[in-house]
């Protein structure tokens, strides 16, 4: 049995892994020492919900994420939440020792990485087309008469210039964006239990 204690903010207090079971808790200050002292006596107290690992499908660990992911059940999941590195890659490790799993390591390519800054951009502009169509319309007069989505009618109503600056504001951090997702490293670690 091995086992992590964690009293910093924003992360799980407590991780136990037996070899047949995963526990993740929270306890309170008084109830954290009662625990500590069965842990010590090799003993899992009462109270704790176990992720048995029979129901465990898959659990991940993305090196740039402060948590691991456990996959268990139909479709569910846990968050094991650890801000330190060293820590997370100790509980992975741990549970990479059980038998009967496949150990796979996917470092991301840069469309992988980038995929959510460019379906923004693609979204931003469809939208920048339609309301600097309809402010040319707007301001030419050349609306014609009939009932138009109030969405529409909001963005022509920006004016082209206003349109434009604003597309060329948010490019631009869209852009930023971009650089530096596409400049850090996204190694993710998964575990296949068979």
Excluded at 10 to 30: C, F, Q, R, S, T
Excluded at 111 to 120: H, N, V
Excluded at 169 to 185: A, M
Aim: glycine letters at 6%; one cysteine or more; aromatic letters at 12%.
């Amino acid at each position: 049995m091995k086992y992590w204690i964690n009293e910093l903010p924003g992360n799980d207090k407590l991780v136990i892994w037996d070899g047949d079971n995963l526990y993740k808790a929270n306890p309170k200050e008084h109830k954290l020492r009662e625990i500590k002292y069965s842990l010590e006596k090799n003993e899992i107290p009462d109270g704790l919900f176990p992720i048995f690992k029979s129901q465990i499908k898959l659990i991940e660990m993305d090196e740039s994420k402060k948590y691991i992911c456990v996959y268990f059940g139909v479709d569910s999941y846990e968050h094991i939440r650890v801000t330190n590195a060293e820590i997370k890659e100790e509980i992975f490790e741990e549970l990479a020792k059980t038998e009967n799993i496949s150990k796979n390591v996917k470092k991301l390519t840069l469309s992988e990485k980038t995929k959510i800054q460019r379906r923004a951009f693609v979204v931003l502009t469809i939208f920048f087309l339609i309301g600097f169509l309809f402010s040319i319309m707007i301001e030419t007069g050349g609306l014609p008469d009939g009932s138009y989505p109030a969405i529409l009618l909001f963005l022509g109503g920006f004016g082209m210039l206003n349109i434009i600056l604003f597309y060329l504001l948010v490019v631009v951090i869209i852009g930023i964006k971009y650089y530096l997702v596409s400049k850090t490293k996204r190694i993710i670690n998964t575990i296949k239990f068979n």
